[in-house]
């Protein structure tokens, strides 16, 4: 390989300065002075009027005057008197050192020029990205194989042949919970399914099964047949201290385009959408203007980190498009219903047992609370006494009791019964106040588990 010009000049510098320290050996019992500067050679003879140009000392691109130890005891032998000359004659002396060391200091970093440059994260694109760009790109390419392709496939039978034929009924995304093959989707994804296929990031297809469900938050967990070194789990956060304005991202499958990447901000926290299986409400849910759309249902939402903060669940949306409203169920959420699925099958979700009015009604009735309207005499809150709405000997219709706080909670709303039960467990006691015609009565409730799911 040439050596670069700089370098050349460099060994060609040291070259002539090998040659002038062995010339200067050879010719030091000569009367001739050493080939010097006319400036060193006056500070060390400064009666000598005749000085000879230097000849071989030529220094390219600097001003440094390069000069040999040797050359310097030569002179000193040469001149003893220089030795007595006092200051002036041994600060010169040290100048020459100085500019010796340092020009070889100089020769051997122009020399040493090939360093391995230190390694770095480096994504190689045709054009200049931006900071914010760069780290939206990485996680894309990073979160991207934990999310799959959901496609629900439901038993027709054909009207003419009478065949049991296999047709897409819907579509949907999820994302890979753990190395055990368990994937994480809506419910309203794989509702009414006789087969369901998940497609990976390679475009790899496994048959899945239904591990359980939760038709009240919306949320179903599968499970595949396939390698571990095939399945990436998602990175999962928290969303207990999510803030207005983050910016998310959404990774899903809209309109059957596998892996698109929308981005936006959290518009909103703790807002409520009904589930759509049962009607029943769903808490604490983020709301987000990522574009989401059909397909997008099942899906990953996540923050700058790329840790899931929810599942991408539905939209706000008169014509079925995304308006800028789009909802995700919380992961927090999402977590404790995942684990109970994985290990028990099901979800053990307390309940009263009864059926009560919409809020509508009891606000018309100007009280607060939840009206019963029905409390069947073989579940907790029957076994406990308290009273369905019912209708007279006369036909008059006759209210139910209104339940106004359980455990000392308010109750205002369904919504806030809900909240309340969520945080209690199967077969705890509570305490359930009641306003029951003008007067209100405390009941001691037994929690019972919600009947199996079908």
Known sequence: ?????????????????????????????????????????????????????????????????????????????????????????????????????????????LILTDVAPASAFVITSPRKLQSDELATVRLFQENTPSVVYITNLAARQDAFTLDVLEVPQGSGSGFVWDTKGHIVTNYHVIRGASDLRVTLADQATYEARVVGFDQDKDVAVLSIDAPKEKLRPIPVGISSDLLVGQKVYAIGNPFGLDHTLTTGVISGLRREISSAATGRPIQDVIQTDAAINPGNSGGPLLDSSGSLIGINTAIYSPSGASSGVGFSIPVDTVSGIVEQIVKFGRVTRPILGIKFAPDQSVEQLGVSGVLVLDAPPNGPAGKAGLQSTKRDAYGRLVLGDIITSVNGKKVTNGSDLYRILDQCKVGETVTVEVLRGDHKEKLPVVLEPKPDES
Request: charged share 10%.
């Open 1 to 109: 390989m040439a050596a670069p010009a700089s370098a050349t000049s460099s060994l060609s510098l040291i070259n002539n300065f090998s040659s002038s320290s062995s010339s200067s050996s050879s010719t030091a019992s000569s009367s001739k002075l050493p080939s010097l500067s006319p400036r060193i050679i006056r500070a060390f003879a400064p009666n000598s009027s005749s000085v000879p140009a230097p000849s071989r000392f030529v220094l390219k691109r600097s001003h440094r005057l390069i000069a040999s130890p040797s050359r310097i005891f030569l002179l000193l032998r040469r001149f003893p008197s220089a030795a007595s000359s006092g200051g002036v004659v041994l600060s010169s002396a040290f100048d020459c050192l100085f500019a010796f060391l340092t020009s070889v200091a100089l020769s051997a970093s």
